[in-house]
């Protein structure tokens, strides 16, 4: 915490642009392949009405805390969600786990500045330290909706 102060005291930026060397544009170009690659997956998976089970079209085995359990795990329903989403079925993504919108809104954020860096030379950089606060607090509101279903289910 202590460094987040000392950080703001130097005046460090919580977003700026700054430019990309010709090695962070590949970086950059491999971040929005895999975009590309999530979003058509999504697309090309059917969303599965129950809310979770979609990862099985791809040969994955089904979760083995809901299949021991009975209960969703914190992840559970996300591929169905992500899909859900890029298939415009927007009430069954939300059923089958609200954090699939955080997902695609991170997905989009990172193609934009990808897009960015390959076409601008520039890229957005978020401070590391709140990014660091930014990612635990998405993992800790993750634990927690995990949590709330797993117990409430």
Partial sequence: MGGLIRAASRGVKWLE?????????????????????????GLYL????????????????????????????????????????????FALAWRANPLGFLI??????VALNSLLALFAGRSLRIDPGRFNLILVMLISLWFLHGAIRFFLS
């Avoid at 010709?22 to 170009?29: E, K, V």
């Avoid at 695609?104 to 954020?109: D, E, K, P, W």
């Fill in 17 to 41: 642009f700054v430019p990309v060397s010709g090695w962070a544009r590949w970086s950059h170009a491999l971040l929005l392949l895999g975009v590309l690659l999530m979003f058509s997956i």
């Fill in 104 to 109: 695609i809104a991170a997905a989009l954020a």
């Fill in 46 to 89: 059917t969303p599965n009405a129950q809310g979770h089970g979609t990862h099985q079209q791809l040969g994955l085995p089904p979760c083995t805390i809901h299949f021991l359990t009975g209960r969703p795990c914190p992840s559970c329903g996300l591929t169905t969600s992500v899909s859900a989403i890029l298939h415009g079925q």
